[in-house]
């Protein structure tokens, strides 16, 4: 059984990542038929946006959470001056559909309707396991509810696993030196039992992908020993650095060096078998501003020249997933999500890029990437719920890319 689902995942992970994301059934089958017509060997990658689950707001819950706070800013406030009104956030910029929950499935519908519209495949989410210290609970429902929307619009996901955790519970007496291990372990396993088998996980060669984010988990001898106890082959990959028990490393980006460090990482990842490519507009924190540490250092943005210079060498590259930091790190301005700063510019980037590999097959216009917000705007105006089963057709319609259809539905639908 286990071998018919690692069959199954790898045909799944190539024909996602051979066609793009957004490519419908007749284009796949003319690409078949036409082995001439075929689209050029980068469009084999898969571009995967890094999402943080992190994020509670009012009145989806009942407190906002402390990536909007930082302890720092009331978003019960409005800054001064600020129009049109304008939320104190942890942020130097702001999204477009304002101040969010992430465990609202609304938003979620919203978030990956652009994601697909623009031409990403899907999200590596980050994940701070299972236990209930400080927000990791909160982080985790709102995973499962981003991985419920993955599976009903037809995205793909991995996880990035924070394994700081592990000395965050040895610190507060909830785990044990010695135990380190065991509890990763355990926490791959229900990975394992619960979505590395899902058809929309990223496979790479039959093996579910996962990452590990930083240095400051696990060591290099205790993620071998962890990954020698798992039920199956795991393609896994450490940050910046090949560990001993992965495939290869993904890379992230370093503010203090920008393009220097991705060319460092480029150099070194022509040693390995696979390697995850990043792509980034810019890094800029409001750490400083919230007294919670001295800034990590800046990134400028260049007016989008940085993300379409970061995007262009990792589809150029060896490597066959890229990764973009961030879809929503608002704290560290790392976003690509719609923002009232810079709008869809940086979606519109990515469809640009698939434009010219795919041309005419490729038709989403950048107009089509304001549709998921006036359809959040519709789901948020319908309190009674009255319009649910027109606005579900709505995304169902979107997601499969009947364009057409979903903005007649969209002119239909009375606002409450």
Same mark, same amino acid.
């Given at each position: 059984?286990?071998?018919?689902?690692?069959?199954?995942?790898?045909?799944?992970?190539?024909?996602?990542?051979?066609?793009?994301?957004?490519?419908?059934?007749?284009?796949?089958?003319?690409?078949?038929?036409?082995?001439?017509?075929?689209?050029?060997?980068?469009?084999?990658?898969?571009?995967?946006?890094?999402?943080?689950?992190?994020?509670?707001?009012?009145?989806?819950?009942?407190?906002?959470?402390?990536?909007?706070?930082?302890?720092?800013?009331?978003?019960?406030?409005? =800054?001064?001056?600020?129009?049109?009104?304008?939320?104190?956030?942890? $942020?130097? *910029? #702001?999204?477009?559909?304002?101040?969010?929950?992430? $465990?609202?499935? =609304?938003?979620?519908?919203?978030?990956?309707?652009?994601?697909?519209?623009?031409?990403?495949?899907?999200?590596? =989410?980050?994940? *701070?396991?299972?236990?209930?210290?400080?927000?990791?609970?909160?982080?985790?429902?709102?995973?499962?509810?981003?991985?419920?929307?993955?599976?009903?619009?037809?995205?793909?996901?991995?996880?990035?696993?924070?394994?700081?955790?592990?000395?965050?519970?040895?610190?507060?007496?909830?785990?044990?030196?010695?135990?380190?291990?065991?509890?990763?372990?355990?926490?791959?396993?229900?990975?394992?039992?619960?979505?590395?088998?899902?058809?929309?996980?990223?496979?790479?060669?039959?093996?579910? =992908?996962?990452?590990?984010?930083?240095?400051?988990?696990?060591?290099?001898?205790?993620?071998?020993?962890?990954?020698?106890?798992?039920?199956?082959?795991?393609? #896994?990959?450490?940050?910046?650095?090949?560990? @001993?028990?992965?495939?290869?490393?993904?890379?992230?980006?370093?503010?203090?060096?920008?393009?220097?460090?991705?060319?460092?990482?480029?150099?070194?990842?022509?040693?390995?078998?696979? $390697?995850?490519?990043?792509?980034?507009?810019?890094?800029?924190?409001? *750490?400083?501003?919230?007294?919670?540490?001295?800034?990590?250092?800046?990134?400028?943005?260049?007016?989008?020249?940085?993300?379409?210079?970061?995007?262009?060498?990792?589809?150029?590259?060896?490597?066959?997933?890229?990764?973009?930091?961030?879809?929503?790190?608002?704290?560290?301005? @790392?976003?690509?999500?719609?923002?009232?700063?810079?709008?869809?510019?940086?979606?519109?980037?990515?469809?640009?890029?698939?434009?010219?590999?795919?041309?005419?097959?490729?038709?989403?216009?950048?107009?089509?990437?304001?549709?998921?917000?006036?359809?959040?705007?519709?789901? +948020?105006?319908?309190?009674?719920?009255?319009?649910?089963?027109?606005?579900? +057709?709505?995304?169902?319609?979107?997601?499969?890319?009947?364009?057409?259809?979903?903005?007649?539905?969209?002119?239909?639908?009375?606002?409450?």
């Amino acid at each position: 059984m286990e071998k018919i689902q690692h069959i199954l995942a790898a045909f799944s992970f190539l024909a996602a990542a051979l066609f793009a994301s957004f490519v419908n059934l007749d284009f796949v089958q003319a690409q078949e038929s036409d082995p001439t017509d075929r689209p050029p060997i980068e469009l084999r990658k898969l571009i995967l946006a890094h999402y943080m689950p992190w994020y509670q707001a009012k009145p989806f819950s009942p407190n906002w959470g402390w990536h909007w706070t930082m302890n720092k800013f009331n978003p019960d406030a409005t =800054v001064e001056g600020g129009t049109p009104e304008r939320r104190a956030l942890a $942020s130097h *910029y #702001y999204p477009l559909i304002g101040p969010y929950d992430s $465990s609202d499935p =609304v938003v979620l519908e919203c978030q990956l309707l652009q994601m697909k519209l623009a031409g990403i495949d899907g999200v590596i =989410v980050d994940w *701070y396991g299972l236990t209930d210290l400080f927000d990791y609970a909160m982080l985790h429902r709102s995973t499962q509810q981003l991985v419920q929307q993955v599976e009903r619009l037809g995205m793909r996901f991995a996880i990035c696993y924070e394994d700081s955790t592990v000395p965050a519970l040895t610190k507060a007496g909830r785990l044990k030196e010695g135990q380190r291990v065991d509890h990763v372990t355990r926490e791959i396993a229900w990975l394992e039992k619960h979505w590395f088998a899902k058809k929309s996980y990223v496979h790479l060669d039959g093996k579910p =992908v996962l990452l590990s984010f930083g240095q400051g988990g696990l060591s290099d001898p205790e993620w071998t020993a962890c990954l020698k106890q798992t039920r199956q082959p795991i393609a #896994y990959f450490s940050e910046h650095n090949k560990r @001993t028990s992965a495939m290869g490393a993904f890379d992230w980006p370093i503010p203090k060096e920008a393009l220097a460090g991705v060319e460092r990482f480029e150099g070194k990842a022509k040693a390995w078998p696979v $390697s995850i490519a990043v792509a980034f507009p810019r890094f800029v924190d409001i *750490y400083a501003e919230a007294n919670v540490h001295e800034s990590w250092g800046r990134i400028e943005d260049q007016q989008g020249e940085m993300f379409r210079a970061t995007l262009q060498r990792a589809f150029k590259g060896n490597a066959k997933l890229i990764q973009i930091a961030t879809w929503n790190d608002w704290g560290e301005g @790392t976003v690509i999500e719609p923002s009232r700063e810079f709008g869809y510019r940086d979606l519109e980037a990515i469809q640009e890029l698939r434009k010219s590999r795919l041309g005419s097959k490729f038709n989403i216009q950048a107009a089509d990437l304001r549709l998921p917000a006036e359809l959040l705007k519709l789901r +948020r105006s319908d309190r009674t719920g009255q319009q649910s089963e027109r606005l579900g +057709r709505i995304a169902e319609l979107l997601a499969k890319g009947q364009l057409d259809e979903a903005r007649d539905l969209l002119r239909r639908v009375p606002e409450n």
